[in-house]
């Protein structure tokens, strides 16, 4: 073979790829382990992200396509109005930019890329199995630091599963998990082959240990209520099974090996203890958020301008609040974080954007959720749907799109953006574009 030959093979290779692995490729970046002192810049992963962008534009521009129908223009560019507002009222122009490219980036560029690059219902299973794996590695990774006693620190034990994310971001595990196993759950309820969604069920299932090793209160909740929401809007006869399912393997786990039986039942016993007894992380949190309505009833409209909580903090809030959370263990040594956010994305926006800027950011995300359970409901209807249904049509996509909005929107009751993983909020933010809006897009016809 000529090398001329050879060399128009290659080029027609790479023009077959599917587009969607340009996002695959931002998701298996998070399987890099974060650096122990990392003080909390950009992860590869961010930056892989931003090329993904760059990409998706260089194909609409080649192809010359209106790249979004106004529907989809209009919901995903909503939020941009809150962010102009609140980068004029930053205190510089540093915390402008840099607060105005990280919501742009997980809220708006990112997720209009997913959705231009995913071209069908396959790329749609593709990238879930890809958060799947992620999560996966995640979860062994932690379920190793728990047995072998290198997790962070918990309790004064080094036991908490944090996965390659480090004590820095205790988060970061909990999330990846937490989104593997909705995939899987929506995977698993799909009309796949069966050996498929057996294996996605089992991945669901063994996710659960992990999960539950990282301790965190908000995963836990915001992950039960979107598996039941998921199980529910698939048919309460599966739901049932499903269910079933789930205690008996909790009670194996759980009661049968003793996985972290004392200290699993005192966290969970903790979630109800939260106004009774609440321990300082919770009154922390509480003080936070008070701080943060504070800075909102000062400047109900535009708040206080992006980047703004950590600065007006200590203005708003009580003496109750602690000097910072101490991290340690997993590969980094003693360290006294500051507490620089509320940990609730509402009561975020609320303080930094107004008014303004939470209308606008949560009304994109309400529409998202209404257009694609309103989709999700169509297809039930309609079991037979064919092409003409659109890209994503399949239930299993449906229902793993609609399942990581919920958890999201569930998930910033309790937490907020921040950390290497946050590049995954804005995946799952595309998705659900990808299901609410992609058939009403030119995505098919710019990703070719």
Excluded at 147 to 155: D, E, I, K, L, R
Aim: overall charge positive; hydrophobic content about 50%.
């Amino acid at each position: 073979m000529s090398g001329h030959t050879l060399s128009l093979w290659s080029a027609g290779s790479v023009r077959r790829l599917p587009p969607v692995l340009a996002v695959v490729a931002v998701v298996a970046l998070l399987a890099l382990p974060v650096a122990p002192d990392d003080g909390g810049g950009a992860h590869p992963a961010d930056a892989v992200s931003a090329l993904v962008v760059l990409y998706c534009v260089l194909r609409l521009v080649r192809d010359r396509r209106r790249p979004l129908s106004r529907t989809a223009a209009v919901v995903l560019g909503l939020p941009v109005l809150g962010l102009a507002v609140a980068a004029v009222g930053a205190a510089s122009p540093e915390a402008a930019l840099s607060g105005l490219g990280r919501y742009l980036q997980v809220f708006v560029l990112v997720p209009a890329a997913v959705l231009l690059l995913v071209r069908d219902e396959d790329d749609v299973r593709l990238l879930a199995r890809s958060m799947v794996a992620l999560a996966v590695w995640q979860g062994a990774v932690g379920v190793h630091q728990y047995v072998t006693g290198t997790g962070a620190s918990y309790q004064g034990e080094r036991i908490r599963a944090v996965g390659t994310f480090g004590p820095q971001d205790v988060m970061g595990m909990a999330t990846v998990v937490s989104l593997g196993v909705v995939c899987a759950v929506g995977l698993a309820l799909g009309r796949t082959p069966l050996r498929h969604r057996l294996l996605a069920a089992g991945c669901a299932l063994a996710l659960l240990l992990p999960l539950a090793l990282s301790f965190s209160r908000g995963a836990w909740i915001a992950t039960v209520l979107t598996c039941a929401a998921q199980l529910l809007l698939a048919g309460v006869r599966r739901a049932l099974a499903v269910g079933a399912a789930v205690v008996a393997a909790a009670v194996v786990l759980v009661g049968g090996f003793g996985v972290g039986t004392a200290m699993l039942q005192e966290r969970v016993g903790s979630i109800t203890q939260v106004t009774d007894a609440p321990d300082q992380s919770v009154t922390d949190r509480y003080t936070m958020w008070a701080a943060a309505v504070g800075m909102w009833r000062e400047r109900p409209l535009t708040g206080v301008g992006l980047k703004g909580f950590p600065e007006h903090r200590d203005s708003h809030a009580s003496l109750a609040l602690s000097s910072g959370s101490e991290t340690d263990g997993a590969g980094a040594g003693y360290r006294r974080q500051p507490l620089l956010s509320p940990h609730n994305m509402y009561l975020l926006v609320l303080a930094e954007q107004g008014l303004i800027g939470l209308l606008a950011l949560a009304g994109s995300w309400l529409a998202l959720l209404v257009l694609g359970l309103r989709r999700l409901r169509a297809v039930r209807r309609d079991r037979g749907a064919g092409p003409e249904a659109g890209p994503g049509a399949g239930p299993d996509c449906a229902l793993v799109a609609c399942g990581l909005l919920v958890w999201q929107l569930t998930d910033f009751a309790y937490a907020d953006i921040g950390g290497p993983s946050t590049v995954l909020t804005a995946v799952c933010f595309g998705l659900a574009a990808r299901w609410a809006l992609g058939s009403g897009t030119g995505a098919g016809v710019a990703a070719r």
